[in-house]
């Protein structure tokens, strides 16, 4: 077995399986992808701030600009353009230019689901 894998993990599964060494190998095969964990780390991390949650509640309604987000955020533009860039990094906004406007809409049905979760997930508490 793996040098890395504690003795007393290695004597567990001495215990509970006939082929240690070949459960061992599947486990191991079950250990995610680190750049799916970071992806995935940088849309969370993205979520886990209030104002970045309030924004994504105002697009679901539709397309909104920066200014407009200022007005529901009740914060100053440096404040606003901040969070938004952080959402756009993380993929859960687009942007499209009109003019001299930024307008902001949610990036992808997913972002949706996401808060949907998070909602569901709070309710059952």
């Known amino acids: 077995m793996s040098d890395s894998v504690p003795e007393s993990t290695r004597q567990t599964l001495d215990?509970?399986?006939?082929?240690?060494?070949?459960?061992?190998?599947?486990?191991?095969?079950?250990?995610?992808?680190?750049?799916?964990?970071?992806?995935q780390l940088g849309v969370f991390k993205a979520l886990a701030n209030e104002h970045r949650i309030r924004i994504l509640e105002a697009l679901k309604e539709g397309e909104l600009c920066a200014c407009e987000l200022q007005v529901v955020?009740?914060?100053?533009?440096?404040?606003?353009?901040s969070h938004l860039r952080e959402l756009k990094d993380?993929?859960?906004?687009k942007t499209r230019r009109q003019g001299k406007w930024t307008y902001y809409r949610i990036g992808d049905t997913a972002a949706l689901q996401l808060l949907e979760i998070a909602h569901a997930l709070a309710e059952g508490e």
């Open 73 to 81: 955020l009740d914060a100053p533009q440096s404040t606003v353009a």
């Open 90 to 93: 993380a993929g859960l906004v």
């Open 15 to 39: 215990r509970l399986y006939e082929d240690p060494e070949n459960r061992l190998t599947s486990l191991f095969e079950l250990a995610p992808d680190d750049e799916q964990v970071d992806a």
